[in-house]
């Protein structure tokens, strides 16, 4: 079978490890994979797509020709957008970071305040305010964006990031971010370590990727010092890195397991 594997084009040769990984790991399953990048003047037909962009319009359009998308188009949608996410899961009856949607500065009732743009991915479009002349400079440096304001809880810069195919948890890692910042990204300077989830979070995140009908995603969770969580964002495509680095095992194969094995319910 033909698969597209389609990324965004900044982001190709970032994951060139990951996607060769992928490609490998399809041949197992005599899955043909082509990398296409998401501003391609025209996109090719093929058996399925697994879907790596942040591009919830190009995911949509090609959900349309009714061929299996790994992920669907919305959850694409839901995961790049911070509120949407935030409002799922409340509607699930998980704890989530307390957020609002904002307009100026007077929409924030305290300070300090975690204020976001909807669509910020890695670390980026994020920013810790302590008074209102850095959030006034962060909304007027995003003034045509969509923002929201979080309750700063804190956490010693310290996250759960779990790694979901389907409702299966394939792991879990606990990153805690550098010195003197407050985003816990592995990729901005973090460390990781393998996390191991209680019953009570399995089930929170088998019930939000139940919710979803997702295939791969990562799901965030602020870890409190009590040892509680806190829902804080979806994450569609999810980078492995951190993932890798705890348990030195390439996730690329359980995934392209997971996608043979959909593709061959589906005949």
């Given amino acids: 079978m033909k698969g597209l594997l389609i990324y965004e084009l900044n982001e190709i040769e970032r994951n060139r490890s990951f996607i060769d990984r992928l490609i490998k790991a399809g041949e197992n399953y005599s899955l043909s994979i082509t990398v296409i990048d998401d501003q391609s003047s025209s996109i090719p037909d093929a058996d399925f797509i697994f879907f790596r962009a942040r591009n919830p319009q190009l995911s949509k359009q090609l959900e349309q020709r009714n061929i299996p998308m790994f992920n669907r188009a919305e959850v694409n949608v839901v995961a790049n957008d911070k509120l949407k996410a ?32 909807i669509d910020g991915h890695g670390g980026s479009q994020v920013e810790l305010c302590h008074t209102e002349e850095q959030a006034n400079v962060f909304i007027s440096e995003h003034d045509s964006k969509t923002i929201i304001a979080q309750k700063y809880i804190e956490t010693n810069a310290t996250d759960v990031r779990v790694f979901m195919l389907g409702t299966e948890v394939v792991g879990a890692v606990k990153r805690i971010g550098a010195e003197n910042s407050f985003k816990s990204n592995y990729t901005l300077g973090g460390t990781v370590e393998k996390y191991d989830l209680n019953s009570s979070q399995i089930k929170d995140v088998e019930k939000i990727a139940r919710s979803l009908k997702s295939d791969y995603i990562g799901i965030d969770f602020l870890l409190l010092p009590d040892g509680s ?12 890195r951190s ?11 359980p995934i392209m397991e997971y996608i043979n094995k959909k593709l061959t319910e589906k005949e």
């Fill in 229 to 240: 969580w806190l829902f804080n964002e979806l994450e569609d495509p999810v980078g492995a």
């Fill in 86 to 117: 935030i409002q799922l899961v409340q509607l699930l009856g998980i704890q989530t970071v307390p957020t609002r949607k904002i307009k100026s500065v007077s929409d924030i009732p305290h300070y300090p305040i975690v204020v976001k743009t």
């Fill in 243 to 253: 993932y890798f680095a705890t348990t030195n095992k390439d996730i690329a194969i």
